[in-house]
């Protein structure tokens, strides 16, 4: 019932911000939960932040104070707003549209990903 679509990945140096994007289709956008998760070669996928329907907003303790996850469901986007970025933030990003931020990551649907690599 959503397709969501990434952009914003993207080479930078440490200490820089980024902010990804994932749009979403779908008339029911505003009912669920939007995370972003991330993987690195070699790594599990982590969840690094997650929004609920409500507001209430979840981070990684990795990302805590560094990352914000805004959602403008006017916009039926959601982002992920990276400063003082590190460079084992480097991984392949998704986004995540669920029903819940405790069952994200379980049959939920996914963006294509983008790369954010940065460099020391």
């Known amino acids: 019932q959503v397709q969501l679509v990434e952009s914003g990945g993207g080479l930078v140096q440490a200490g820089d911000s980024l902010r990804l994007s994932c749009a979403a289709s779908?008339?029911?956008?505003?009912?669920?939960?939007m995370g972003w998760f991330r993987q690195a070669p070699g790594k599990e996928r982590e969840l690094v932040a997650a929004?609920?329907?409500?507001?209430?907003?979840y981070y990684a303790d990795s990302v805590e104070g560094r990352f914000t996850i805004p959602r403008d469901n006017a916009k039926n986007t959601v982002y992920l707003q990276m400063n003082s970025l590190k460079p084992e933030d480097t991984a392949v990003y998704y986004c995540?549209?669920?029903?819940?931020?405790?069952?994200?990551?379980?049959?939920?649907?996914w963006g294509q990903g983008t790369q954010v690599t940065v460099s020391s």
């Open positions: 779908g008339r029911t956008f505003s009912d669920y939960a």
């Open positions: 995540a549209a669920g029903g819940t931020i405790a069952t994200m990551g379980e049959n939920d649907y």
């Open positions: 929004i609920s329907s409500g507001g209430m907003t």
